[in-house]
């Protein structure tokens, strides 16, 4: 029987899929690439509201890491780069909104700022100023939460990080790993003596809290799909609504999709962590690993709206939910409008508000019950008397957001350390990158070039 034979062979179609092949065909190799899903791009993709296209999943990335810019810049796509129009986001908690202080994941990088006094008040921040002023103490504690405790308080971590870390993670700052999270700031803070110093630091220029992030003219989107162009003209074998089966090892990688079987030099799984684990169901110790990764759904309600109070962007870019209380069901929400001027310039007199669900995995499986939360949550969180919604839509990303608890740099080094008794296999994605845009790049990059090498 002919078998189909390709240099490398990539599973997944998201981001890191896209990357993996670009890199691949980049060095002359010939590719295939195989996408479950009906469409690549992964969470990276665009969504029609009211004729307006933006950004369905990711829509910013971080400009503290070089290696998304570094990217975009390959890709051509530099003159769409962006920055917010807005980065004043809020803390929503006990019913209030506070401006996000300057820092990183909710650690203040200045005690004294007035922000940060307004949320914990001239007590608590004394308090905390006193405490990270003391001898280094850490030791043991390896989550975010257990770190700033101890350095700050318990009140930093309930009024400024845990919100942060929900909003942004769907998780408590006590279950997080504080080296996953925030890598090279413990070690920063230990030299230092001092935690809210080693993030000042380590955050730099960057004086407003959002203002380390940046955008696309056109959507976060247009990475992906100018990756996709350049695997067409590259001539990549391109397949969607092909998910693969199985794959296992005879003298060269062989991979079960479409009812045939492709045999490769190369392989690399680019999948989310649980659907890594099915392929990988014949490596029993790379499968066991995955499944050690934390992976949960999230759901985003995205809703056209006109009210008139929005006029003023009450709450800025945006908002990130600290408790459940006052009848909010969302962990965060952005205004779309007043944090991107690309797409207030094309809703005309409309503004798109985004609500993200599924805190620490629970998303209400029924759209119908997530569209009724969505128009609660927006008029509490916005102030909102009698909003006009024009339209409203559900979009599920299930598996998709990693929370990387306690351990979690471990499974990862497991993980590369497993590898290496497998030559010509790989895996990247958010699973084993966090996820960041440039966690994930980056990650893609470096294994695709020592993969390659040998």
Same mark, same amino acid.
């Given at each position: 029987?002919?078998?189909?034979?390709?240099?490398?062979?990539?599973?997944?179609?998201?981001?890191?899929?896209?990357?993996?092949?670009?890199?691949?065909?980049?060095?002359?190799?010939?590719?295939?690439?195989?996408?479950?899903?009906?469409?690549?791009?992964?969470?990276?993709?665009?969504?029609?509201?009211?004729?307006?296209?933006?950004?369905? &999943?990711?829509?910013?990335?971080?400009?503290?890491?070089?290696?998304?810019?570094?990217? %975009?810049?390959?890709?051509?796509?530099?003159?769409?780069?962006?920055?917010?129009?807005?980065?004043?986001?809020?803390?929503?908690?006990?019913?209030?909104?506070?401006?996000?202080?300057?820092?990183?994941?909710?650690?203040?990088?200045?005690?004294?700022?007035?922000?940060? %006094?307004?949320?914990?008040?001239?007590?608590?921040?004394?308090?905390?100023?006193?405490?990270?002023?003391?001898?280094?103490?850490?030791?043991?504690?390896?989550?975010?939460?257990?770190?700033?405790?101890?350095?700050?308080?318990?009140?930093?971590?309930?009024?400024?990080?845990?919100?942060?870390?929900?909003?942004?993670?769907?998780?408590?700052?006590?279950?997080?790993?504080?080296?996953?999270?925030?890598? &090279?700031?413990?070690?920063?803070?230990?030299?230092?003596?001092?935690?809210?110093?080693?993030?000042?630091?380590?955050? &730099?220029?960057?004086?407003?809290?959002?203002?380390?992030?940046?955008?696309?003219?056109?959507?976060?989107?247009?990475?992906?799909?100018?990756?996709?162009?350049?695997?067409?003209?590259?001539?990549?074998?391109?397949?969607?609504?092909?998910?693969?089966?199985?794959?296992?090892?005879?003298?060269?990688?062989?991979?079960?999709?479409?009812?045939? %079987? +492709?045999?490769?030099?190369?392989?690399? +799984?680019?999948?989310?962590?649980?659907?890594?684990?099915?392929?990988?169901?014949?490596?029993?110790?790379?499968?066991?690993?995955?499944?050690?990764?934390?992976?949960?759904?999230?759901?985003?309600?995205?809703?056209?709206?006109?009210?008139?109070?929005?006029?003023?962007?009450?709450?800025?870019?945006?908002?990130?939910?600290?408790?459940?209380?006052?009848?909010?069901?969302?962990?965060?929400?952005?205004?779309?409008?007043?944090?991107?001027?690309?797409?207030?310039?094309?809703?005309?007199?409309?503004?798109?508000?985004?609500?993200?669900?599924?805190?620490?995995?629970?998303?209400?499986?029924?759209?119908?019950?997530?569209?009724?939360?969505?128009?609660?949550?927006?008029?509490?969180?916005?102030?909102?008397?009698?909003?006009?919604?024009?339209?409203?839509?559900?979009?599920?990303?299930?598996?998709?957001?990693?929370?990387?608890?306690?351990?979690?740099?471990? %499974?990862?080094?497991?993980?590369?350390?497993?590898?290496?008794?497998?030559?010509?296999?790989?895996?990247?994605?958010?699973?084993?990158?966090?996820?960041? +845009?440039?966690?994930? +790049?980056?990650?893609?990059?470096?294994?695709?070039?020592?993969?390659?090498?040998?």
């Amino acid at each position: 029987m002919y078998m189909q034979h390709f240099d490398c062979v990539v599973v997944g179609g998201g981001l890191a899929g896209l990357l993996a092949a670009y890199e691949a065909s980049k060095a002359g190799k010939s590719v295939a690439l195989y996408e479950g899903a009906e469409h690549c791009g992964g969470a990276i993709a665009s969504i029609d509201i009211l004729g307006v296209r933006v950004d369905a &999943g990711a829509e910013s990335f971080a400009t503290t890491r070089p290696e998304a810019l570094a990217l %975009i810049e390959d890709l051509g796509l530099s003159d769409f780069l962006v920055s917010p129009a807005r980065s004043d986001a809020r803390i929503f908690n006990d019913g209030k909104s506070f401006l996000i202080p300057h820092g990183m994941m909710g650690i203040p990088s200045d005690l004294t700022d007035p922000n940060v %006094i307004a949320i914990l008040g001239v007590t608590e921040a004394k308090a905390a100023e006193e405490l990270d002023a003391q001898p280094w103490n850490i030791t043991d504690e390896r989550s975010l939460g257990a770190v700033v405790a101890k350095r700050l308080g318990p009140m930093v971590v309930a009024k400024l990080v845990n919100p942060v870390v929900a909003g942004v993670h769907a998780s408590d700052s006590y279950l997080l790993e504080m080296d996953s999270l925030l890598p &090279g700031l413990l070690p920063l803070a230990q030299e230092l003596g001092s935690l809210h110093k080693a993030v000042k630091k380590m955050r &730099g220029s960057a004086s407003i809290p959002g203002s380390a992030v940046a955008g696309i003219n056109g959507g976060i989107n247009l990475i992906t799909r100018k990756l996709l162009l350049l695997l067409k003209e590259r001539g990549v074998e391109i397949s969607q609504n092909s998910p693969v089966s199985n794959i296992f090892f005879d003298r060269s990688w062989k991979v079960a999709v479409n009812d045939q %079987i +492709i045999s490769s030099d190369y392989l690399v +799984i680019a999948t989310n962590p649980v659907s890594g684990r099915k392929i990988l169901s014949g490596f029993a110790d790379l499968a066991e690993l995955l499944s050690e990764i934390n992976s949960i759904d999230v759901a985003l309600v995205l809703l056209a709206v006109r009210a008139p109070e929005l006029a003023a962007e009450p709450l800025g870019s945006g908002v990130l939910i600290g408790d459940q209380g006052f009848g909010i069901s969302a962990k965060a929400s952005t205004h779309v409008t007043a944090k991107w001027a690309w797409v207030k310039d094309l809703a005309e007199g409309m503004d798109l508000i985004r609500l993200s669900y599924g805190r620490d995995g629970v998303v209400d499986p029924s759209d119908t019950n997530l569209l009724e939360a969505a128009r609660r949550d927006v008029a509490i969180l916005y102030g909102l008397d009698h909003p006009e919604i024009l339209q409203s839509t559900v979009i599920r990303w299930p598996n998709s957001l990693i929370q990387a608890r306690i351990g979690h740099q471990e %499974i990862l080094q497991k993980i590369d350390q497993t590898l290496s008794q497998y030559p010509g296999l790989m895996i990247v994605g958010s699973g084993v990158s966090g996820n960041g +845009i440039a966690g994930v +790049i980056g990650r893609t990059r470096r294994k695709m070039e020592g993969l390659l090498s040998v």
